[in-house]
T-cell receptor, first 112, second 111 residues
Framework: DAKTTQPPSMDCAEGRAANLPCNHSTISGNEYVYWYRQIHSQGPQYIIHGLKNNETNEMASLIITEDRKSSTLILPHATLRDTAVYYCIVSPLSGGYNKLIFGAGTRLAVHP | NAGVTQTPKFRVLKTGQSMTLLCAQDMNHEYMYWYRQDPGMGLRLIHYSVGEGTTAKGEVPDGYNVSRLKKQNFLLGLESAAPSQTSVYFC??????????FGPGTRLTVT
């Protein structure tokens, strides 16, 4: 599976947008980009995924560059409860399942 | 729905002891996974299952065995625990979609 590179930490003011970058320059054509987050040692929580097009759901937006070598997760109005470690993962969906490889992620701190 | 549950929540073992971690899901998911997370690191896949009666090795399978006798349960066994297996263990499940649902984790300490 392709590897990803994320900044180790970021800060964001409450109410502002949080933009979390991820580089995945060796991504293959059949690999999706997934974002999960982990709040205070709880089990990871799925946020969003995409293949080529930008995606949006009730939690976040995912912007994927045209060459698919990088992406950005956007939390439009960050709250204190969004403080967590955010993981960017690339993986194919093979046979209906995927084997996720987690890196160290980005520790996002949202402050008042 | 309870989602994904894990038993026990905490456990302390002595080196050489054995134990089984239980993962249960009530969502009728086909696929189940076991991960471990060491301090300051991301999760690593130990074993996974693509259906009842099937198991496969993940990224770090050594020292662990698994069984999936029932669709809703996925068991992780440590036959002879070592201090290097001190970790937080997470179970997850998924159906034929992209999202994996994770349990709350089991904190295991091996002394």
């Amino acid at each position: 599976d392709a590897k990803t590179t994320q900044p180790p930490s970021m800060d964001c003011a409450e109410g502002r947008a949080a933009n979390l970058p991820c580089n995945h320059s060796t991504i293959s054509g059949n690999e999706y980009v997934y974002w999960y987050r982990q709040i205070h040692s709880q089990g990871p929580q799925y946020i969003i995924h995409g293949l080529k097009n930008n995606e949006t759901n009730e939690m976040a937006s995912l912007i994927i560059t045209e060459d698919r070598k990088s992406s950005t997760l956007i939390l439009p109005h960050a709250t204190l409860r969004d403080t967590a470690v955010y993981y960017c993962i690339v993986s194919p969906l093979s046979g209906g399942y995927n084997k996720l490889i987690f890196g160290a992620g980005t520790r996002l701190a949202v402050h008042p | 729905n309870a989602g994904v549950t894990q038993t026990p929540k905490f456990r302390v073992l002595k080196t050489g002891q054995s134990m089984t971690l239980l993962c249960a899901q009530d969502m009728n998911h086909e696929y189940m996974y076991w991960y471990r997370q060491d301090p300051g690191m991301g999760l690593r896949l130990i074993h996974y299952s693509v259906g009842e009666g099937t198991t496969a090795k993940g990224e770090v399978p050594d020292g662990y065995n698994v069984s999936r006798l029932k669709k809703q349960n996925f068991l992780l066994g440590l036959e002879s625990a070592a201090p290097s297996q001190t970790s937080v263990y997470f179970c997850a499940s998924s159906r034929n979609t992209h999202e994996q649902y994770f349990g709350p984790g089991t904190r295991l300490t091996v002394t």
